[in-house]
């Protein structure tokens, strides 16, 4: 079984993917959102493809560590995609997973235009690979 992470946005969903033995995280792909049935619906597809058995979501925490309307809402998305999906789903601290995946991309010399398209994906991974870090520990 692989570990999914997801990086939901308003307009994107950043997806990941851990290798079998759950080490390392991919990226996947980028979910250009569009309602929530069809987006619960594509991530199913991707879960039962991938053979997934658990998804990690990015919450994004208020940087004093409280939460705020933004992780209340990934709270809410969470909630309807584990009764959809019928998979495990927990959080991880995503503070700066996004400012880090846009440094990556800057040092590398990416266009504006270019890291649009994966900076979502990229903060996915982050929040994936920082998931799988703190479990082998």
């Known amino acids: 079984m692989r570990i999914m992470g997801l990086d939901v946005g308003e307009k994107r969903i950043g997806i990941a993917l851990s290798d079998p033995l759950k080490i390392i995280a991919g990226g996947h792909s980028v979910l250009e959102r569009s309602s929530l049935g069809q987006d619960l619906e594509h991530i199913k597809q991707l879960c039962l493809n991938n053979e997934v058995g658990l998804i990690v979501l990015g919450l994004p925490i208020n940087m004093n560590g409280t939460i705020g309307p933004k992780a209340l809402e990934i709270q809410k998305f969470a909630q309807e995609?584990?009764?959809?999906?019928?998979?495990?789903?927990?959080?991880?601290?995503?503070?700066?997973?996004?400012?880090?995946?846009?440094?990556?991309?800057?040092?590398?010399?990416?266009?504006?235009?270019?890291?649009?398209?994966?900076i979502d994906k990229l903060a996915a991974v982050n929040i994936l690979q920082n998931y799988l870090d703190g479990a082998r520990q």
């Open 81 to 118: 995609l584990e009764e959809y999906t019928g998979i495990n789903i927990t959080f991880r601290d995503e503070r700066l997973s996004t400012v880090a995946a846009e440094r990556v991309l800057l040092q590398a010399d990416m266009s504006r235009s270019k890291r649009k398209k994966v």
